[in-house]
């Protein structure tokens, strides 16, 4: 019996196989620490043929957990890493290593493409603000810097696609990824008039046609299945964005209620549903995302941080060194039950900082290469636990900026990421956005949102609607309403850390240029 699927979620951090029942059960999972490398000048690349064989790897451990895993599966999802240039040639092999969307190589270029008139008109077609992170801006990059490894390729996907392509030989990507780099948001197709903005007209030939995986699928070939194990004709389904995935995973689609959803992960991910184009806020600053989702006619639209545990990692980071100086060893589970602790015994709201840690900048609610963290406020009266209570602070205000980009704050915001496990972060990011907090259980929501397109396309279920009423609303906690009083405190202080983030930009730029950062 196929009672079985697979969903693969190929993060940054790590790779994962998960399985699930047909229902929603998660039952097994196997994963595999991701690798890639850093480069001078703000490169982060990775390598096409490890990252498959990592993933081959995780498939594999998965059979050993569930008996006749094999014969059991329906299907495979594939949702992997977002934005970035995965190349490959007409042989299908890698053209070098891809550029990840963590590169920065491309961010002053898109300074200077932001600067042109025309790219008002760009993001109102793809409804995506243009960022380093991103497949178009890194292929003009590459055009300008780099013109021999475009000639050198036939195609050019992301990390789900380059996996998906392993699997079945399919060379294609999903109307997520393909429509908010190339494409117009409201036909769900790629865009003429994009290319041209982006000068990438004459190199159309790289992008692959699109694929609606809750409709069509391919079959997993006699070469992948030798390698995973699985087999020959079992169904891969190419799942969106893992930022749509991992939404829908965690209950952003609910056409019930004004719901948001806010993923507190490496990266912060703060989604609201649009239930038609029509709906769709694009704000003044042209940032954020317009992200097609596996509904007719449904969207998130999206404002992601650079930055969410990268900053709690850093924190934790420096109360470690201290710690281990003194001769004391603290596993990162202690540090991070101290954490609850040190917030809890500290003042709201006397310090600001800006969360702004990760050395890409920032691209939500505002795109900023340069952009740096910091603490404000700082005196002799403060000690580590102000500083703690400052960063969840600094996240919740972020979330807050980024949710008021897309239009009103969502009257109900749905937490996933495993920051979310943090009574402290849940109470401060309900009193600063004054939201219905709700957390969802569910471990691994970018492979269930993969799963999730699968169990509707092979008809497990008649519609993404019935699939969640099962998958995602059962494991939805129980309402954290927001404390008055100290929604009153972070209403307060909310517009400073709006005007600090607007006056350090210029501070941002010189200690870039200072520090040699190049176009």
């Given at each position: 019996m196929k009672d079985l699927l697979i969903g693969i979620d190929a993060g940054t951090s790590v790779i994962k196989s998960v399985a699930f029942d047909l229902s929603g059960r998660q039952l097994a999972m196997a994963s595999v620490t991701n690798s890639f490398v850093t480069l001078e000048g703000g490169g982060a690349e990775q390598d096409l043929d490890q990252t498959w064989r990592d993933m081959v790897e995780t498939v594999r451990e998965l059979a050993p957990k569930l008996p006749d895993l094999a014969r059991r599966t329906a299907a495979v999802a594939i949702t992997g890493q977002g934005d970035g240039t995965w190349l490959i040639d007409g042989d299908g092999m890698p053209v070098g290593r891809a550029w990840l969307w963590l590169d920065a190589r491309a961010g002053h270029l898109v300074d200077e493409m932001r600067c042109d008139a025309r790219d008002r008109t760009r993001f109102e077609i793809t409804g995506t603000g243009l960022n380093a992170c991103q497949q178009g801006a890194q292929l003009s990059w590459l055009k300008r810097n780099s013109p021999e490894i475009l000639e050198r390729a036939a195609t050019a996907l992301h990390c789900k696609d380059w996996l998906y392509f392993k699997m079945t030989g399919e060379r294609a990507t999903d109307p997520s990824e393909g429509t908010f780099t190339f494409g117009d948001f409201r036909s769900r197709s790629y865009s003429d008039a994009v290319l041209d903005i982006l000068d990438l007209t004459t190199h159309r030939r790289l992008l692959p046609p699109?694929?609606?995986?809750?409709?069509?699928?391919?079959?997993?070939?006699?070469?992948?299945?030798?390698?995973?194990?699985?087999?020959?004709?079992?169904?891969?389904?190419?799942?969106?964005?893992?930022?749509?995935?991992?939404?829908?995973?965690?209950?952003?689609?609910?056409?019930?209620?004004?719901?948001?959803?806010?993923?507190?992960?490496?990266?912060?991910?703060?989604?609201?549903?649009?239930?038609?184009?029509?709906?769709?806020?694009?704000?003044?600053?042209?940032?954020?995302?317009?992200?097609?989702?596996?509904?007719?006619?449904?969207?998130?639209?999206?404002?992601?941080?650079?930055?969410?545990?990268?900053?709690?990692?850093?924190?934790?980071?420096?109360?470690?060194?201290?710690?281990?100086?003194?001769?004391?060893?603290?596993?990162?589970?202690?540090?991070?039950?101290?954490?609850?602790?040190?917030?809890?015994?500290?003042?709201?709201?006397?310090?600001?900082?800006?969360?702004?840690?990760?050395?890409?900048?920032?691209?939500?609610?505002?795109?900023?290469?340069?952009?740096?963290?910091?603490?404000?406020?700082?005196?002799?009266?403060?000690?580590?636990?102000?500083?703690?209570?400052?960063?969840?602070?600094?996240?919740?205000?972020?979330?807050?900026?980024?949710?008021?980009?897309?239009?009103?704050?969502?009257?109900?915001?749905?937490?996933s990421g495993g920051a979310a496990r943090s009574p402290s972060l849940r109470r401060i990011i309900a009193a600063v956005t004054r939201a219905q907090v709700r957390t969802s259980s569910r471990q691994e929501a970018g492979a269930a949102g993969a799963a999730m397109m699968a169990a509707?396309?092979?008809?497990?279920?008649?519609?993404?609607?019935?699939?969640?009423?099962?998958?995602?609303?059962?494991?939805?906690?129980?309402?954290?309403?927001?404390?008055?009083?100290?929604?009153?405190?972070?209403?307060?202080?909310?517009?400073?850390?709006?005007?600090?983030?607007?006056?350090?930009?210029?501070?941002?730029?010189?200690?870039?240029?200072?520090?040699?950062?190049?176009?």
């Amino acid at each position: 019996m196929k009672d079985l699927l697979i969903g693969i979620d190929a993060g940054t951090s790590v790779i994962k196989s998960v399985a699930f029942d047909l229902s929603g059960r998660q039952l097994a999972m196997a994963s595999v620490t991701n690798s890639f490398v850093t480069l001078e000048g703000g490169g982060a690349e990775q390598d096409l043929d490890q990252t498959w064989r990592d993933m081959v790897e995780t498939v594999r451990e998965l059979a050993p957990k569930l008996p006749d895993l094999a014969r059991r599966t329906a299907a495979v999802a594939i949702t992997g890493q977002g934005d970035g240039t995965w190349l490959i040639d007409g042989d299908g092999m890698p053209v070098g290593r891809a550029w990840l969307w963590l590169d920065a190589r491309a961010g002053h270029l898109v300074d200077e493409m932001r600067c042109d008139a025309r790219d008002r008109t760009r993001f109102e077609i793809t409804g995506t603000g243009l960022n380093a992170c991103q497949q178009g801006a890194q292929l003009s990059w590459l055009k300008r810097n780099s013109p021999e490894i475009l000639e050198r390729a036939a195609t050019a996907l992301h990390c789900k696609d380059w996996l998906y392509f392993k699997m079945t030989g399919e060379r294609a990507t999903d109307p997520s990824e393909g429509t908010f780099t190339f494409g117009d948001f409201r036909s769900r197709s790629y865009s003429d008039a994009v290319l041209d903005i982006l000068d990438l007209t004459t190199h159309r030939r790289l992008l692959p046609p699109m694929l609606e995986g809750t409709t069509d699928h391919h079959p997993l070939s006699a070469s992948a299945a030798e390698e995973t194990g699985l087999l020959e004709g079992t169904p891969v389904v190419l799942g969106y964005v893992d930022m749509v995935s991992t939404a829908l995973g965690a209950g952003l689609y609910d056409p019930s209620g004004n719901v948001g959803c806010t993923v507190i992960g490496s990266t912060g991910i703060h989604t609201r549903l649009a239930r038609t184009a029509d709906d769709v806020v694009l704000n003044d600053n042209a940032s954020g995302y317009t992200i097609a989702m596996p509904v007719p006619g449904a969207y998130a639209q999206l404002q992601s941080n650079m930055a969410a545990t990268l900053n709690i990692d850093w924190l934790l980071g420096l109360a470690r060194d201290v710690l281990t100086a003194s001769g004391a060893k603290p596993s990162r589970d202690e540090l991070l039950k101290a954490l609850d602790a040190w917030v809890e015994g500290s003042e709201p709201g006397s310090l600001v900082y800006q969360p702004y840690i990760s050395l890409a900048g920032e691209r939500g609610p505002f795109v900023d290469p340069d952009a740096r963290a910091g603490f404000i406020g700082l005196s002799v009266k403060h000690g580590f636990g102000d500083l703690a209570r400052a960063v969840l602070e600094g996240l919740a205000f972020a979330a807050r900026d980024c949710y008021q980009a897309m239009g009103a704050v969502p009257g109900e915001i749905r937490l996933s990421g495993g920051a979310a496990r943090s009574p402290s972060l849940r109470r401060i990011i309900a009193a600063v956005t004054r939201a219905q907090v709700r957390t969802s259980s569910r471990q691994e929501a970018g492979a269930a949102g993969a799963a999730m397109m699968a169990a509707v396309g092979l008809g497990v279920y008649r519609s993404m609607d019935d699939c969640c009423a099962e998958w995602v609303t059962p494991l939805l906690g129980e309402c954290d309403t927001y404390d008055e009083a100290l929604s009153q405190t972070y209403d307060a202080l909310f517009p400073s850390f709006v005007a600090a983030r607007q006056a350090l930009r210029p501070v941002w730029k010189g200690m870039a240029h200072r520090t040699g950062a190049k176009s």
